[in-house]
């Protein structure tokens, strides 16, 4: 990293630190890591919600929608999400900023939006920065290299964590070995700074639970574990594709996220469909939530629409009310 872009991070880093310090005191009444938070904004009101075990974030793709079609920036992103939908804790993806990783005066802005609305920065998912799980050597040390610049913004944006995938063609074998390589690569160099690497269930070998988790005892780092998706458990297209065809193979959900969550750093609270009674269709929020919950997880459960029944806006708020209902029920 040179010199001025590495003293540049150091020292606006404290900016954002210092802001993670102030925009909780906002946010809840306790900090996230003791697990006795009580949500202050509910619905964009002002009213307390019952205490919960879990705190509430958005995830920025619950909007993708919008920010593709640009009805919606990046930049507003963290307004939106604490004006609109009362969240304070925000999860941005990077598909929306891609070119912006290395941009300081772009960086500066969007944490400065953030500290103007009292929002927290929590993690950066990121997509598109080569396989981690490649046979081949070369592309793998590739695909880590390309993360660095995500894992710098995600340090002076105040995030604690980058989302990866671990992604790669082979057995099942192969592709694991290579994961825990690469995840381990990134995980060194991620620790320099204190930031978190997260592999989430995002289709193939990373959708079965139980590779998943032999991945993270393999690569043994405390700061890097996993982000269990509610939803996305499917192992095997039609076509042999990733995303976009029907799902002719699924692991088991509960059973997944189970084994999943020793490791997690952060949860992904997927929803598509809802009942009359705001109960999610495709999950049982009762019995997933008491998985999480038996995991002792005590940190940032992120609010992931991705429906199409109903507008954005609306899925996301069911998602909220659904957390707060069934949250506050799970003792």
Not at 155 to 184: M, P, W
Not at 224 to 239: A, S, Y
Not at 253 to 270: R, T
């Amino acid at each position: 990293m040179p010199s001025n872009r590495r003293h540049f991070l150091k020292q606006l880093g404290g900016l954002a630190a210092g802001f993670g310090a102030v925009s909780t005191g906002l946010s809840f009444i306790n900090s996230p890591q003791t697990g006795m938070q009580t949500n202050v904004h509910t619905s964009g009101t002002n009213e307390a919600a019952a205490p919960l075990f879990f705190t509430i974030s958005l995830a920025q793709w619950s909007l993708h929608k919008k920010l593709f079609a640009k009805e919606l920036d990046n930049l507003d992103f963290p307004a939106v999400a604490k004006n609109t939908y009362g969240i304070s804790v925000v999860e941005y993806v990077n598909q929306f900023f891609k070119d912006k990783a290395k941009d300081e005066k772009y960086l500066a802005e969007l944490l400065k939006r953030c500290n103007d609305n009292g929002v927290k920065n929590h993690l950066i998912m990121c997509d598109g920065e080569g396989e981690l799980g490649d046979l081949d050597a070369k592309k793998r040390m590739q695909a880590v290299e390309n993360h660095y610049k995500w894992v710098d913004a995600a340090k002076y944006l105040g995030c604690i964590t980058i989302r990866v995938n671990a992604f790669g063609t082979g057995s099942a074998e192969e592709v694991q070995k290579a994961a825990i390589e690469s995840l381990s690569k990134l995980g060194e160099y991620a620790a320099k700074t204190g930031i978190n690497v997260i592999v989430e269930n995002h289709g193939g070998y990373t959708s079965n639970g139980e590779w998943l988790a032999t991945v993270m005892k393999k690569v043994n780092r405390k700061n890097v574990g996993t982000l269990p998706d509610f939803g996305n458990f499917c192992l095997k297209r039609e076509g042999g594709q990733l995303w976009g065809t029907p799902c002719i193979e699924e692991y088991d959900k509960y059973k997944g996220v189970g084994e999943m969550m020793p490791f997690a750093k952060g949860v992904s609270a997927k929803t598509h469909d809802f009942d009359e009674q705001g109960n999610c269709i495709e999950t049982d929020y009762v019995k997933m939530l008491k998985v999480v919950k038996a995991a002792g997880f005590k940190g940032y459960m992120g609010i992931e629409y991705e429906g199409d029944k109903i507008s954005e806006d609306e899925g996301i708020k069911k998602t909220k009310a659904l957390l707060e209902r069934v949250g506050a029920t799970i003792k």
